[in-house]
């Protein structure tokens, strides 16, 4: 009985320990679990993108004439109503004339009774005119009677006293005539006076007939009646200004949209773009159009600053109609067959998890050659001075060898010149600005020199066609429009997030690659000086390469390109352009030395000055499409931003990556060819879109941790 008690408490005991043994497996495995954290993943895609602005607005017709009156009255009788078609001179509404057929013929009878006037005094100026003519003759006889008295007064037939009396007669006689004579010029001007009168009351009979003719309201243009405000029997007033009647639509198959544009997104829309909106009127349905008009006229309400963006839209069959409340979206860029990542995954922020590093040697990362002293894609400092003396000569040398095929012996040369030329390099930074221009010049033709040199004839071509390449910003063909990873500081003053960046290009071809991640700025030294045209495809001639110090390469030297391509830039005109770049390389390079607070607004300073330079240089005909070039480059801007993506070993890997347009969903990501991180930020590549905690299942678990996204990028 004992041995079997025993057993039996032996028994209970181990499947006791089993059971706690199990639990606490169960549980370490359940809390193991738990800490355990699953990503939301998306894919890279390739296609296009479209950046767009949304308003919202009115339909209006492009065309629509407010019908009033200008004379006050009663509304007798109406002849058209809502929706009515009328013609131009049609009569569509009838004002009481009975008052205003009294005024005219009041009129009437003041305009008889001054013509009656005017005869009155013609009559009395003829009786003047008669009284002149008798005086006239009583003077002339009085004259023969002086005569013959005098003449008997000698032959002593009568006496003085009768010629002195025929002479005071003559005398009296002539004061007659006159006085006669001013009584008809009296009469003459009663004449003129009725005559004026009479002119008087015409005018005002004529006016009298205008406003009985204004009773009858008629259509000026031909439309459709889209209001009428008025009833039979209303009176109507017309004082300082003229009542609304009607409103006359001219035309409802060519209709606009007015949109208000917030004055934050009016700097990107422009005549001509296209445009989509939707009414309410017509769910599921859009329609097309395009910007006619930016108005430059503002509106603030409650502070709120707006244009307005007229829309032009053919409005077939007449659907849409006055007054619909339309919300637009205005196509502002577009881009084809780009990478594009989910807007969610730029707002992930994985704590603990950051991008790789710059190596020590070897290609920089996209990054990290923005962060170099670089605005906007520009680098005044090549970067032979600007990073560490072995990263940037060994990515020229593993380029060379790579590209120009170099045997082991040009290597071995290669790493005696880049051994020798590394120090010098390197004392660049303690010269002056004015004095490191041109030992920079200098040291870098002293390598090409010296790299041509050990080159065979066919390594030499490639060698040529490398340099081109750079002096081209990466291309050998005439420049297309510039791409949103393009920072040309002639459209945008987009600084660096470390240190506000410093300007354009350098003038030294050693930053002709900058612009290209994976190709350093030493490498960029090193090619030979540029050619002055770059064979193109097709066996075409590229635009003029900028010559050395006159503005550096990459995308400075292609915006400098398109001028002289787009805009057709005579000999004279391009070395003027090129010496306003060549002078503006100093003012951007003492930027380094500002707050970075103060860097923008000094930025745009010297940018402004190079814009109006260039401005002054070209022709009435070149001006319009300069602005247009400089509203386009504008309108490319890039910014930075973050993604994880899901690595071999299914832990999150960061990249710091640029950023193009949006389309409210999906972002452009720019990638250049020859970054490093190309072979990982490529289409199908899975990107995290957030965190789900464990035992979440989908993509619609439970929320995200807190800390696992970060704030919104600034779109």
Do not use: H
Not at 161 to 189: M, Y
């Amino acid at each position: 009985m004992a041995v079997m008690s025993m057993n039996k408490t032996t028994w209970i005991a181990g499947a006791v320990v089993l059971a706690l043994a199990g639990g606490g497996a169960w549980w370490w495995m359940q809390r193991s679990g738990a800490d355990a954290v699953q990503y939301r993943t998306s894919k890279i895609e390739r296609g296009p993108i479209s950046a767009t602005v949304s308003a919202s607005g009115a339909v209006n017709p492009v065309t629509q004439v407010s019908v009033g009156t200008q004379v006050s009255g009663q509304i007798r009788d109406l002849y058209v109503d809502f929706n009515s078609e009328v013609r131009a001179g049609q009569l569509i509404a009838q004002i009481d004339p009975e008052t205003f057929e009294y005024r005219v013929r009041q009129s009437q009878a003041d305009v008889d009774a001054a013509r009656a006037a005017v005869l009155t005094a013609q009559a009395n100026a003829a009786a003047s005119r008669a009284s002149v003519s008798r005086a006239e003759v009583d003077l002339a006889e009085a004259r023969r009677d002086l005569e013959r008295k005098l003449s008997l007064v000698e032959k002593q037939f009568i006496a003085q006293s009768e010629a002195d009396k025929a002479r005071a007669l003559v005398n009296t006689t002539t004061e007659s005539l006159k006085s006669a004579q001013a009584q008809a010029g009296v009469t003459e001007a009663q004449i003129k006076s009725a005559q004026a009168t009479v002119a008087q009351r015409e005018a005002a009979l004529a006016q009298a007939r205008i406003d009985l003719q204004r009773t009858r309201i008629t259509s000026p243009v031909n439309g459709i009646v889209i209001k009428r405000a008025i009833e039979k029997g209303q009176t109507v007033a017309a004082s300082l200004q003229s009542p609304e009647l009607f409103v006359i639509a001219q035309n409802l198959q060519d209709m606009q949209v007015d949109a208000s544009i917030d004055e934050s997104d009016v700097g990107r829309i422009r005549t001509a773009q296209k445009a989509s909106f939707t009414v309410d009127a017509f769910p599921g349905q859009t329609f097309e159009g395009e910007v006619r008009q930016v108005r430059k006229a503002a509106q603030n309400v409650a502070n709120v600053v707006t244009y307005v963006a007229v829309i032009g839209f053919s409005n077939t069959g007449g659907r849409l109609l006055p007054g619909m409340t339309a919300n637009v979206r205005v196509v502002t860029d577009t881009r084809e067959n780009v990478l594009k990542v989910p807007n969610a995954a730029l707002r992930v922020r994985i704590a603990g998890i950051e991008p790789a590093a710059p190596a020590a040697s070897g290609a920089a990362p996209a990054a990290s050659a923005t962060q170099t002293g670089r605005a906007g894609g520009f680098s005044w400092l090549s970067e032979a001075q600007a990073q560490p003396a072995g990263g940037g000569l060994a990515t020229l040398k593993d380029r060379l060898t790579a590209e120009l095929g170099l045997s082991t012996e040009q290597q071995g040369k290669l790493d005696a010149i880049l051994t020798e030329l590394r120090p010098r390099f390197m004392a660049l930074r303690e010269m002056g600005e004015d004095e490191r221009a041109a030992a920079r010049e200098k040291l870098t033709g002293e390598l090409r020199t010296r790299v041509t040199a050990l080159l065979t004839p066919p390594q030499r071509e490639k060698y040529l066609a490398l340099q081109a390449q750079n002096a081209g910003g990466g291309r050998t063909e005439t420049p297309k429009p510039i791409a949103s990873n393009d920072r040309s500081t002639m459209g945008n003053g987009q600084k660096d997030s470390k240190n506000g960046g410093a300007g354009p290009a350098g003038a030294a071809a050693a930053v002709a690659t900058a612009s290209r991640p994976g190709v350093t700025a030493s490498a960029a030294a090193a090619t030979p000086p540029a050619v002055a045209t770059a064979p193109a495809a097709g066996g075409a001639t590229a635009v003029p390469a900028p010559p050395t110090g006159a503005g550096g390469g990459g995308p400075l030297a292609e915006f400098r390109n398109r001028l002289v391509a787009e805009l057709a830039l005579t000999a004279p005109q391009i070395e003027k352009v090129d010496a306003i770049f060549a002078d503006a390389r100093p003012k951007y390079g003492t930027l380094r030395d500002l707050p970075a607070e103060e860097r923008p607004k000094a930025r745009e300073r010297i940018t402004a000055d190079v814009r109006a330079r260039i401005q002054d240089i070209l022709t009435p005909e070149q001006k319009p499409k300069y602005a247009a070039l400089v509203a386009q480059a504008a309108s490319r801007q890039s910014t930075r931003g973050r993604i994880y993506l899901m690595g071999g070993d299914g832990k999150p890997v960061a990249y710091n990556v640029r950023l193009g347009i949006t389309d409210g969903t999906s972002t452009e990501l720019l990638v250049a060819p020859g970054s490093p991180d190309a072979a990982a930020l490529k289409e199908g590549a899975a990107v995290i879109t957030g965190t789900l905690s464990a035992g979440a299942s989908g993509a619609g678990g439970a929320a995200p941790r807190p800390g696992s996204t970060g704030p919104r990028m600034p779109f």
